[in-house]
């Protein structure tokens, strides 16, 4: 039997490469002019990690973790997110005695064993950007600015930035009490997951999609109607620096975001081109991560932007692969010997050059460099050759002309480059 792919992870093909790519480029530009730098962290971690830093009351703790005991004996788990393992380099390489404030980004794969359907995969991707040790408001506003930024150059519109604050470790537990007394009065309404959400981490609820328990929480408590003076504080000047910016934005008194270790600015951006999956981007503030997994005191605020949804939203015209600059046409033995010495030549020079190492015919040969979009046809026959010429076909206007072989490679080069 033909062995397939595991259910929940994709291929992504090369007709489709080109829009990542574009993507990927966008964002590391985008982001190293804001002064972030590219970090890349292992695939694998202790599973400690996750189940301290994301909470082990959380779905993705509780459910959705692929997790193995490796052969001696460690458990370990593939990541579902990048932000606690950032962290954890940042603290082991002790990243801090550069300077205290590292901005980072990092892009890859990770791994939610969630049931998948359109635009929620088992693997996915993420571009995830972090600043480490900064409290300030002000770079709330500013990760939340470089985001849009990013999201507007790849051709992103009609997006919903929703902003929130969850409060902190002083004001959180008040909040946590009252919205359990609210529901424990209305507990018969939440189905069983939620009943014991309602003992291990209320918030939590606020992310179930089913009606009932949707319909219990409605008018529950909202977390930012608890928050401190300080956090209330910090909010306003987040909200000012985004109007500052221009930006607009939209109040989620519900939205508590998936993982625990947030804090203050919770944000999402969503797109109502997305049916269910609708969240293209989610961050915000943890102060407390760095403690939770054995590290000193570190501020961070960061978010991760899912890449098969955000790809989904891109534009037609955006990263469209680059078409062939060249397919060279080979009528005979002989003839091979000079493609592939001319192919190689162009290839030293960037120029996108292919020919035919089978020997097929003209037609066959052309209609290769068709499928591949070729701008040119350089079609070398034996006889052509021999009074030390080629031919080149513009694939656009379908005119040819004789090219001489001495030169050839500048020749082409100038041509190629130049259209
Ligand atoms: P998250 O909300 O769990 O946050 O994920 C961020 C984004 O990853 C989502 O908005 C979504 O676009 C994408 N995503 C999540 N799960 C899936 C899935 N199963 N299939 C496809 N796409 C998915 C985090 O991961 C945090 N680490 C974000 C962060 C960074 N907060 C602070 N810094």
Known sequence: MEIKAIRGFNDILPNEIGRWQFVEKTARETFESFGFSEIRIPILEKTELFARGIGEATDIVEKEMYTFTDKGGSSLTLRPEATASMARAYLEHKLYTFDPVAKLYCIGPMFRYERPQKGRYRQFYQIDAEVFGVGNPVVDAEVILMLIHFL????????????????????????RGELKTY???????????????????????????????????????????????ECRCHFDQVKEYLSIADLEYVLNPTMVRGLDYYTRTAFEVVSYDLGAQNVVTGGGRYDNLFQEIGGMDVPGIGFAIGMERLISLLPRDKGSTRPLDLFIAVLGKKCKQDAFRIANQLHLEGIRAEFDYEGKSLKSQMRRADKFNARYVLILGEEELERGKATLRNMADKTQEEVPLQNMVHILKEKILRD
């Not at 919903?160 to 902190?168: A, D, K, P, T, V």
């Not at 507990?187 to 606020?206: A, G």
């Not at 179930?208 to 003076?229: G, H, L, M, R, Y």
Request: glycine share 4%; aromatic share 6%; charged share 35%.
């Open 183 to 229: 529901l424990s009065g209305k507990s018969f309404h939440l189905c069983e997951d939620c009943k014991r959400r309602l003992q291990t981490n209320p918030l939590r609820i606020f992310d179930c999609k089913i009606e009932t328990c949707q319909e219990a929480i409605v008018d529950a408590p909202k977390v930012s109607d608890f928050i401190c003076e």
């Open 152 to 175: 507007k150059r790849v051709g992103l519109e009609k997006l919903e930035l929703q902003i929130n604050s969850l409060g902190c470790r002083e004001c959180r537990p008040r909040y």
